[in-house]
């Protein structure tokens, strides 16, 4: 809860020192970047992440405006998204490289014709993918909610949204700064079946899309305070070469164990030890993002059994835990959390000691926080 006199106090002393202020000749990169944040409630740094999982997706369809719209308001620190392309080339925040699941692309007759069979990290998928339509294409569909268990009422309301109008909802928020977390998702696929002009790949337009919004910088550094970004994928070359392109803070995402990655022979397994973690940590990479069932991995029983030490040797390394994905839902929480969302929160943040969570219910998580870890400047 804030203050409404004191944040008119602190606008008052922004405007005050505004108008004293001789103006530059010519502001700096960096200026522009404080000047577009200034007045702004900065972002917490004092307690683990709040990531929201595709926005506020267990309430609204996923990377919609709505859904993103609803986890500004409440609290979330950062945005969450996977951004794949369009058949010409645009950019969208979508997670699937098919849009079955999520749109009513089934109901559109007029694209009847576009199902196709592409193989995807090794098996055949069969659906209408995005690479096979135009973002103006794409633009005719409607986003539906992808569980059956979750509210259907906001179906076929809100568009998919680009990754340009995802940043600007980020940018836009009026009290304070709000983090994005984009996914360079399924790169291999995406220049297997994309060509951008010059030769340049998925990997160069998404951080030439990010530097035309003035991101960058290291993780903490004031620039990035100003605009914080972590940059996420599931293949760790994307990683290597956006570290060449921008200085933002990288977060390599780790799939089940057993599963090959899309541009190495390797298995995530064989590509989380120390030696790797060095690799990792020498081009730019601050923390990893571990499917939560990799580090207190389930029974048959739907039971945890005790963590892996996975999280501790990549505190050792100096890398962030950010685990995903945590779900309200019965179905999504084992049974040692006794179906309680709040159990699950105080085993991973109070005993784990994560560094963030990737979550389909920033709201819930926003108030545990409050509740058990309150931020000494709130």
């Known amino acids: 809860m804030h203050c409404t006199a004191f944040r008119c106090l602190c606008t008052c002393a922004v405007l005050v020192l505004f108008l004293t202020t001789p103006a530059p000749v010519a502001a700096s990169h960096h200026e522009r970047v404080l000047k577009e944040s200034s007045g702004k409630k900065p972002l917490q740094t004092e307690r683990p992440y709040n990531i929201a999982h595709r926005g506020a997706n267990g309430e609204l369809p996923e990377e919609t405006h709505a859904a993103y719209e609803r986890a500004v308001v409440e609290g979330t620190d950062f945005l969450e998204t996977d951004i794949i392309s369009t058949k010409d080339g645009k950019l969208i925040c979508f997670h699937d490289l098919t849009l079955d699941a999520t749109t009513n692309v089934a109901n559109h007759t007029e694209f009847k014709d576009r199902v196709r069979t592409y193989e995807v990290q090794g098996a055949n998928v069969t659906g209408f993918f995005t690479v096979d339509f135009t973002l103006a294409e794409i633009l005719t569909l409607r986003a539906v909610q992808r569980w059956p268990f979750r509210d259907q009422s906001y179906n076929g309301k809100y568009k998919v949204i680009t990754f340009e ?14 983090g994005i977390y984009p996914e360079i998702k399924n790169p291999v696929f995406i220049n297997q079946h994309v060509k951008w002009p010059g030769g340049k790949t998925h990997e160069n337009i998404f951080v030439e899309t990010l530097q035309k919004y003035g991101y960058g ?8 305070k100003q605009k914080p970004l972590f940059i996420q994928s599931f293949a760790p070359t994307a990683l290597a070469k956006a570290a060449t392109l921008i200085d933002s803070p990288l977060i390599f995402l780790i799939d089940d164990f057993s599963v090959p990655t899309q541009d190495t022979n390797l298995t995530f397994y064989q590509i989380t030890t120390n030696q790797y973690f060095d690799y990792l940590v020498s081009f ?18 739907n039971y945890a059994a005790p963590p892996t030490h996975l999280i501790r040797r990549a505190h050792d390394h100096g890398l962030q835990v950010h685990p995903y994905t945590f779900r309200n839902e ?9 179906q309680d969302p709040y159990q699950e929160y105080i085993y991973w943040l109070a005993d784990l000691k994560v560094d963030g969570l990737f979550t389909d219910f920033c709201g819930s998580l926003k108030l545990y926080q409050d509740w058990a870890m309150p931020l000494k400047t709130q």
Not at 218 to 223: F, G, Q, R, T, V
């Open 165 to 178: 109008e995802y940043i600007e909802i980020a940018l836009n928020t009026t009290d304070r700064i709000v």
């Open 217 to 224: 910088g290291k993780y903490l550094s004031e620039a990035w």
């Open 330 to 338: 019965n179905q999504f929480l084992h049974f040692n959390y006794h």
């Open 284 to 301: 730019g990479v601050v923390g990893i993002g571990p499917w939560k069932d990799n580090i207190a991995i389930p029974n048959a029983e």
